[in-house]
């Protein structure tokens, strides 16, 4: 049981990161101007939220 829950978080935590990626990628794609460094910090901070969320979900479980 602890193994099946513990791959359906790493699958979940997959989605979030392939959703940042894609995301990422229409955000440079939209935007390659002067924000343009401003959404790569921006990115990078919701990458890195939700990648320590679905951490501490995964550790709470």
């Known amino acids: 049981m602890k193994i099946m829950s513990w791959l359906l978080c ?11 990626l894609i995301l990422d990628m ?8 002067r924000m343009s460094k401003m959404c790569y910090a921006i990115n990078a901070i919701i990458i ?9 979900l995964c550790n709470a479980k």
């Open 10 to 20: 790493e699958t979940q935590r997959l989605c979030c990161f392939a959703l940042a």
């Open 26 to 33: 229409m955000v440079q794609r939209i935007l390659i101007t």
């Open 48 to 56: 890195l939220l939700t990648a320590h969320g679905d951490r501490a």
